[in-house]
């Protein structure tokens, strides 16, 4: 079991971290390097050894993130590809095999409330697509917590021009581009990539959207046929569409090897375009975690997991969805499915 940790300025530290039963792996990243800047060896091999030091094991790198001149495919892109495959080899050499990277344009995850109340008086990430209408761009991204980047005003509107040219089939080209140049060197030096899927996992402010639902990942596994193109199986960002059957998709992918991480939460579906993230069982949203997860086993997946995005309990302030404690109860429920799982069939 796994646990994401956004380094030395995480309010979550690794020596509470190391007291959660069972979990071993952190899940983390360099968060002050430029994007499109190339990772050394040396800072890598520096978080590495201080996630020894704290008694675990750094198991994932979430994320390097792609830069947009390759997501736009503009000429510059194959010096910041040539540096994203040296950031592979970088983190290959400090000994961590699996890459969790998005390909959403833009934006990564975006909700329209950071701190929806519920009933038992916990807060909890939400969306909702008429919310989004509402959001002023003219005055840049501000600050959400969780991406890479921040942009002003300026750039902000200078992307979203730059992306009229992009439509999806514009941006399947450009992954395929990006990923036909990077995933033989992740093969050459044993680092698994995995694609998170876009979340929410549908077009907002216009911006093309494709890693959605089955087709999706179907396609993107033959962009490049390699077990090193793989996925981050994120039951959160797939579960918010009715039409994906994720016990099927986790089953399926993982059987074809290409599931390498696990990103586990679960959530609630409020309406068309609408949803609310609530506890890890299965019992409190739609997603049925206890059947994923069964189908995950079946599938021979055996990578890192992680329990993903809690709600602030207890009264912890912090990183919206990244508190302790209830991410905390999630892994421990969802070590205890698991187990069930094994012990059931050994
Ligand atoms: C949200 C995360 C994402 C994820 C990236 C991976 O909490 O799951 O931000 O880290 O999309 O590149």
Not at 235 to 253: C, E
Request: net charge negative; aromatic share 8%.
């Amino acid at each position: 079991m796994t646990f994401r940790w956004f380094g030395e300025r995480d309010p979550v530290t690794l020596e509470r971290v190391r007291q959660i039963p069972g979990v071993t792996g952190i899940v983390s990243a360099l968060y002050d390097v430029p994007v499109g800047d190339a990772w050394s060896r040396e800072r890598l091999q520096r978080l590495a050894d201080a996630v020894d030091r704290a008694g675990l094991r750094l198991a994932v790198i979430e994320s390097i993130p792609v830069h947009e001149d390759i997501k736009l495919g503009r000429p510059t892109r194959d010096r910041f590809i040539d540096n994203y495959a040296e950031s592979i080899r970088s983190m290959s050499a400090a000994g961590v095999a699996v890459l969790c990277y998005n390909f959403m344009p833009v934006f990564d995850w975006m909700r329209t409330d950071l701190a929806m109340r519920l009933p038992d008086g916990s807060t909890t990430l939400a969306y909702d697509d008429r919310a989004l209408a509402s959001i002023d761009l003219s005055r840049g991204t501000g600050d959400l917590p969780g991406w890479a980047t921040a942009y002003d005003a300026r750039e902000l509107s200078a992307l979203l021009d730059a992306y009229r040219q992009v439509d999806e089939g514009r941006l399947w080209e450009h992954l395929g581009y990006f990923l036909e140049r990077v995933v033989p060197v992740a093969v050459e030096c044993g680092v698994r990539m995995a694609i998170h899927p876009d979340d929410p996992p549908w077009s907002i402010f216009g911006l093309p959207r494709i890693i959605t639902d089955c087709t999706a990942l179907e396609r993107l596994k033959s962009l490049v046929e390699s077990p090193a193109n793989g996925i981050t199986f994120c039951t959160g960002s797939l579960g918010v569409r009715r039409d994906n059957d994720l016990p099927a998709m986790a089953r399926r992918f993982a059987s074809m090897g290409r599931i390498h991480f696990a990103h586990c939460r679960n959530v609630r579906i409020d309406g068309e375009r609408r949803f609310h993230e609530v506890p890890h069982p299965s019992p409190f949203g739609d997603v049925n975690m206890a059947a994923v997860l069964a189908a995950l086993r079946d599938g021979g997946f055996d990578g890192p997991m992680r329990p993903d995005h809690g709600r602030m309990i207890w009264g912890e302030t912090g990183r919206p969805g990244y508190g302790l404690h209830d991410r905390a109860l999630g892994a421990t429920y969802l070590q205890g499915v698991w187990e069930g799982l094994t012990a059931r069939s050994d």
